[in-house]
């Protein structure tokens, strides 16, 4: 493990949702866990005009995740937390000269000895990122020779592959990539991460990990809110763009992948990268027509209550064709996946919110226990990626008594059961990464373009108006009926239980 240097973190866009929401717990819990260096500081950065005690007033009161947790804290503890807070207002605009910005930064370090190390954190509208990259080099302040300089940036990393590759090469006229983070916060999930552990740590999975022995391959994401407060940005974006393009296909690359020579974080890279364009790019409206489906939310009652559809929803055009549901089958063209199907799926307002993945074995080439009732869907490896976190495997044993009759059974293993380990929320694992240089868990360019090479055919032929199908489902169901066109011929959606060992249903309005 890298040593956490001193250093300054800088919140660009720090008067917003995700400073509150997910940056300022994941500093607190850092803070608790006496993981930041000695010397570290928060300064944020944004246009709107506020003091330093207004940003540390809004610090602790705006995350409803840490009033809680400051319950139980003296006020001496509360303040200790927040006096690592500081707040420069930009002057109305973040297209602006950053000499003054840079001057704070300057007496900051000098009074706190928080060394030059700085990390840039970017969380504001992506259309900003590279005038504050631009700005930051036009003062100076992305220069190595008096400690490291690194950029985190948020999601969305473009709107397409065209303008995924404008940002890149425009925040890397600024900064080097390899001082470029771009965080996917799924990358900063333990069970992310143990697919490599599960598949490269251990002998009894890899041997069974390719097309000889796997049927087929399926992930669901499944949210049962809906677009909540983010409507607005949601109708520019949708499930592919929102979900699918960054969280989703990085859990793919980890499925596919092949073993990296070592854990070093440019040969996983590299072997991510190399998985991501082995996905058989969609090229004729056939294909793209045959293997995706997407869905909006319609209005309905869920647990007494009414529920908005999607195009009711606050910041949606009301004639929106934005995807809430989209559903993918593809083919990876390699020598381990030929031929072996891949289904994903996302969407928001699901029966229940799960992430998982189920490695669909195929049933035994021989099948010498005829009566047995068992098929190709009874051998199963469950990852569950959330919530009820853990790993299900499921395959047959014996009924005791006469004859050869088969049951199926589980074995489980529950991130829970691990008691006395914290399991760091993503963003606080993510946050301690970059602080500690190290790139493994955060996005590489190349492996973002890869993404995008795979999605942008699918976006451009649904805007093409060339397929007309746009689903309705109504809120609370497991998407539209049709999605089970998909899958037809190979099996059915595995439709998740809030918990791991729950059985599925199959159906899709139940
Ligand atoms: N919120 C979330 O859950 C997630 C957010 N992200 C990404 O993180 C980044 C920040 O998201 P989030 O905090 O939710 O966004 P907010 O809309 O809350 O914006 C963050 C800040 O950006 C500043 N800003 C500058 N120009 C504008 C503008 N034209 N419109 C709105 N705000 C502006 C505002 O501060 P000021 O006016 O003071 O300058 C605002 O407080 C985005 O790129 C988003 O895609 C990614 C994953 C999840
Ligand atoms: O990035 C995003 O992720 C969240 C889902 O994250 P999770 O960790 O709760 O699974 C999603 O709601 C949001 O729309 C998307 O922008």
Redesign the pocket.
Known sequence: MNKTENQILVIFGASGDLTARKLVPALFNLHQADQLPDNFIVLGASRSDMTDSAFRKKVVSESTYLKGKLEGLSDEGIKNFANKFFYEDLGGSYDTDYSRLRKRVEDLKNKYQTSGNIIYYLSTPPTLYETIAHNLAEAGMNTQNNGWKRLIVE?PFGYSLDTAKQLNTGLQKFFKEDQIYRID??LG?ETVQNLLITRFANSIFEPLWNRNYIHHVEIT?A?S?G?EK?GGY?DTSGALR??FQ??LLQIVSLIVMEPPISDAPEDIRNEKVKALKSLRVMKTDKELFDNTIRAQYTKSVIDGQEVKGYREEEGVNKDSTTETFAAIKFFVDNWRWKDTPFYVRTA?RMPT?A?EVVIHFKTPHHQIFQESGLDSKDNKLVIRI?PDEGILLKFGVKVPGQGFKVERANLDFYYSSLAETHVMD?YERLLLDAMQGDATLYARADEVEAAWEFVDPILKYWSSGKDVRMYGYAAGVWGPENSHELIEGIGEWRNPGPNLTDDPGFCVIC
Do not use: I, L, S
Request: net charge positive; glycine share 0%; hydrophobic share 20%.
């Open positions: 999601k916060h799924y999930k994401n949210e809110v677009v983010r949601y929102d979900m960054n969280h928001k919110k992430t959330q993503a």
